[in-house]
């Protein structure tokens, strides 16, 4: 089972390090982050076991559990959010500008913008919000994440560039999970009806709420959105088995499967609609996939021996970002070229590195941890 792969590797992590991501995340919801139960699914409880997390913005957290990452030169950037015990940069646009969220000394989450010029602005959704989780920045700078409000219901939000506020509430849901913005400003993202079914949505630039289910699915999660409005994510169907789907601006629906998958998560898609994301196999080892425009799958390891390889984000020149695990359960993050060579990128002196997303430039951001067992965030430039 996946749950029992995760437990095992949690196992194998130091006491600091585990210690460390508990006390980080503790108190996030699920919307921060990406765990995912697919134990023995039946149609009554999909919509509670299969659970996806806010893209990459979850997938930090999950490699945290899983101790899973580390070496290449390049030009590395460190940097930290005032107040924070622990921070998880998510998402870089265009221009080098860093969106993502920080747990501070009393374990509460909070949003926070990182400018090109290294100037750092934290910030909450709304008063009384707790628990945000900024998750992708456009180049606009908008941003799009998840709130907790004071009535303990999780709402979506959007920042506009100049601070302003916006909850993201689709109607008649009882939760959203905002996941996506792209550059004209559609986000994408999911929501929880009165009857805890799952739906996917798409909020256009207007404000205008429209429901996106793959046909015949019994839960539907979107998780990235590109620049022409076609949108990726997973899907169940009605007999409990978990898919991925691509839409398009137009609102056709093409499913696939990863092969040799027995559950896949689809992670980010670029402009040209190439889809990057990881899958588990039979023995629940991770590995990427490649999903290019025309549906051939391509999947791949970011090293050789890697135990576990998750791909989180893809650029519009098809270079793919993540992290893979080693056998000695250090993790490492990768950069992979649209040839396919790949390259492993630790941070210097870093015991664990965790990329989140790369930008067209090519530069990366992320997280890594130190060999105190601190958590700070770096930027890496080609």
């Not at 040799?260 to 609609?273: L, M």
């Not at 990881?278 to 890697?306: E, I, W």
């Amino acid at each position: 089972m996946l749950g029992d792969g995760i437990r095992k590797n949690i196992a194998t992590i130091s006491d600091e390090d585990r210690t460390l991501f508990v006390n980080a995340v503790r108190r996030l919801d699920d919307s921060a982050i990406a765990l995912v139960s697919c134990d023995k699914m039946t149609n009554g409880s999909a919509s509670t076991k299969f659970r996806v997390v806010a893209r990459w913005r979850g997938s930090i957290a999950l490699c945290l559990v899983l101790g899973c990452w580390s070496a290449h030169a390049a030009t590395f950037t460190t940097f930290d959010v005032p107040g924070a015990i622990v921070a998880y940069p998510v998402s870089i646009n265009p221009a080098g500008a860093i969106t993502g969220f920080y747990a501070d000394a009393s374990y509460v989450s909070h949003g926070f913008l990182r400018a090109h010029d290294g100037t750092v602005n934290t910030f909450s959704a709304l008063p009384g919000a707790s628990l945000i989780s900024a998750l992708t920045i456009n180049p606009a700078g908008a941003i799009t994440g998840s709130y907790v409000d004071a009535r303990s219901i999780e709402q979506g939000f959007l920042r506009a560039p100049d601070g302003t506020f916006t909850t993201v509430d689709v109607p008649g849901a009882v939760r959203t999970y905002s996941a996506s913005i792209n550059a004209a400003g559609a986000i994408a993202g999911s929501y929880m009806d009165a009857s805890s079914v799952a739906h996917s949505f798409l909020r256009a630039p207007n404000g205008a709420f429209t429901t996106v289910d793959v046909p015949g699915a019994v839960g539907t999660y979107s998780v990235s959105i590109n620049s022409a409005g076609a949108m990726t994510g997973s899907y169940m169907d009605a007999s409990s088995v978990a898919h991925s789907f691509l839409r398009a601006p137009n609102g056709a629906f093409t499913t696939f499967d990863v092969p040799g998958a027995v559950i896949a998560y689809p992670a980010s898609i670029n402009p040209a609609g190439a889809i990057t994301g990881y899958y588990a196999d039979a023995s629940y080892l991770f590995h990427g996939f490649l999903r290019a425009s025309d549906g051939t799958v391509t999947t791949f390891a970011a090293a050789p021996g890697a135990v576990h390889t998750y791909s989180v984000s893809i650029n519009p020149a098809g270079e793919i970002t993540g992290l893979y695990v080693d056998a000695s359960f250090v993790v490492h993050g990768f950069l992979r070229a649209p040839n396919g060579i790949v390259t492993t990128l630790d941070v210097p002196g870093a015991l664990h590195t965790y990329p989140s997303s790369i930008n067209p430039a090519g530069v990366i951001t992320g997280v890594y941890v130190d060999t105190n067992h601190v958590g700070h965030g770096f930027l890496r430039s080609p």
